[in-house]
């Protein structure tokens, strides 16, 4: 299954982010997932923050799932993702799915 993994970024040290994406990767891959980040699909730190969130929310649609990882209910970006994958009836995942092997 691929699975877009959504988490809060802006206002984030990117470090921080890149470590929380990296661990969900990982996690992904071990359980025969292919996972799809945010930071892989819109690499440019300098690029504006709409081409950023447009080309999240492409790869997002290319997606069967979404896991949102904790704190996504305070980043816009992440409750767009939300809205986009229920509208487009993508299988919904949480951290805590992940950390449980639900996925």
């Known amino acids: 299954m691929t699975v877009y993994i959504s988490l809060p970024i802006t206002g ?13 990767k990982r996690r992904l891959r071990a359980h025969g997932h292919e996972p799809v980040i945010p930071l892989d699909v819109s690499p440019d730190p300098d ?24 704190g996504w209910m305070t980043s816009s970006g992440c409750r767009l993702e939300m809205e986009a994958a229920q509208i ?3 299988k919904i995942y949480f951290e805590y799915d992940l950390r449980l092997n639900r996925l």
Do not use: T
């Open 12 to 24: 984030h040290p990117l470090e921080e982010v890149r470590h929380r994406a990296d661990y969900a």
């Open 47 to 70: 690029a504006p923050y709409h081409e950023h969130i447009g080309r999240d929310i492409a790869a997002l649609l290319q997606c069967e799932a979404v896991l949102f990882l904790d």
């Open 88 to 90: 487009y009836g993508k």
